[in-house]
């Protein structure tokens, strides 16, 4: 079955630097979202994009954050500054139409700024 | 707005015991969707169900059920005869131009 991927698994940086977080969809896939998990807590809303642009976006992703989907297949989220707050675990996940569809997620990132 | 209110935290069974997850939701659509995911320990989401709003009917797949009522706003979710790998994190989900999780529910299974 094919599978939305998520690289690296496992990031670490210092406070203020920038991050780069990598996903590539499902190929056929329209929709692209970002989630975070603070450990042992809810799974949290980012935001979505479509037809290369955001759809939607929460409180959370604030000027710090932004999304590109740079070519064809990935689809990246950067945070330019971080924070010790910004230590997560970041799920990308993506569905073939609208947010009524089952999303498929990667296997996510774990963020731990230091 | 809407929203998804698990309101156990964590729930502890033994091996074999039935156990339900309870999610109630809020929502002003005529036309929506429900959605449970599972997060086991090692941290993935998987997809467990989508129900649509018009459909009522409860829905078995094996040892999982899923009891959806409109009337009280709830679509809770039994495990039959539970088991260690059942342990995870349960989450229910209710789309909102984005799909909105609950703060799930972490089921311990004891052998």
């Known amino acids: 079955e094919p599978e939305v991927t998520q690289t690296p698994s496992h990031q670490v940086t210092q406070m203020g630097q920038e991050v780069i977080l990598r996903c590539v969809p499902i190929?056929?896939?329209?929709?692209f979202y970002w989630y975070r998990q603070i450990l042992g807590q809810k799974v949290e809303f980012l935001v979505s994009?479509?037809?290369?642009?955001?759809?939607?976006k929460s409180e959370i992703f604030d000027d710090q954050f932004s999304v590109e989907r740079p070519d064809g297949s990935n689809f990246t989220l950067k945070i330019r500054s971080t924070k010790l707050e910004d230590s997560a675990m970041y799920f990308c996940?993506?569905?073939?139409?609208?947010?009524?569809?089952?999303?498929?997620f990667g296997s996510g990132t774990q963020l731990s700024v230091l | 707005a809407q929203k998804v209110t698990q309101a156990q935290t964590e729930i502890s069974v033994v091996e074999k015991e039935d156990v339900t997850l309870d999610c109630v939701y809020e929502?002003?659509?005529?036309?929506?969707?429900l959605f449970w995911y599972k997060q086991p320990p090692s941290g993935e989401l998987v997809f467990l169900i989508r129900?649509?709003?018009?459909?009522?009917q409860n829905e078995i797949s094996g040892r999982y059920s899923w009891n959806f009522q409109k009337s009280t706003s709830s679509f809770n979710f039994t495990i039959t005869a539970s088991q260690v790998v059942d342990s995870a994190v349960y989450f229910c989900?209710?789309?909102?131009?984005?799909?909105?999780f609950g703060a799930g529910t972490r089921l311990t299974v004891k052998p």
């Open positions: 190929s056929n896939h329209l929709y």
């Open positions: 996940a993506s569905s073939p139409g609208t947010d009524n569809e089952k999303l498929f």
């Open positions: 989900a209710l789309p909102q131009d984005d799909m909105r």
């Open positions: 129900r649509n709003s018009f459909d009522e």
């Open positions: 929502t002003r659509d005529t036309t929506y969707y």
């Open positions: 994009f479509y037809n290369n642009e955001i759809s939607e």
